[in-house]
């Protein structure tokens, strides 16, 4: 008897949940068709904007960098574009964040841009760091391991 009243009950809990979700899902549906009523009994004025010219205060100053080879032997190359000129500054962090060299530091024009560096002398033992990429008040963290 004891046995029957647990299959009962979970019988009954599963077929409650199913129920349940079928109410959810006729609810949304309701809530939907309601939205898109009001949508489109409201939407009076589209506003096109021009997507060949962002916006200036919004525009990223550090793009597209990259980091190679990596693992790092004994150069590093990286390549980046900037969209204004601005002083840029490229080091070396230890996984603690410690700064273990400054490659570059520099006042740069608007465009893409290319480095090489021999990789420092104190990162001759490998594993793994940080390059430190910052152009005006932006900054972009690529991890390189060293060889």
């Not at 919004?58 to 990259?66: A, I, M, Q, Y």
């Not at 740069?108 to 152009?135: C, D, R, V």
């Amino acid at each position: 008897m004891k046995k029957i009243n647990t299959c009962l009950l979970l019988t009954i809990a599963i077929l409650s949940n199913l129920v349940g979700k079928q109410a959810l899902a006729a609810g949304a549906h309701k809530a939907f068709s309601a939205n898109k009523a009001i949508a489109s009994s409201t939407l009076t004025q589209t506003n096109y904007i021009d997507a060949a010219k962002p916006d200036p205060s919004t525009e990223k100053v550090l793009n597209d960098v990259k980091v190679y080879p990596n693992p790092v032997g004994s150069q590093l190359n990286l390549t980046y574009r900037i969209s204004k000129d601005a002083n840029v500054t490229i080091k070396v962090m230890d996984v603690l964040g410690g700064e273990i060299a400054v490659l570059f530091s520099k006042q740069l024009p608007a465009g893409e841009q290319s480095n090489s560096f021999p990789t420092p002398s104190n990162l001759s033992s490998g594993g793994i760091y940080f390059l430190q990429i910052i152009a005006g008040d932006e900054t972009i963290i690529k991890r390189i391991s060293v060889a």
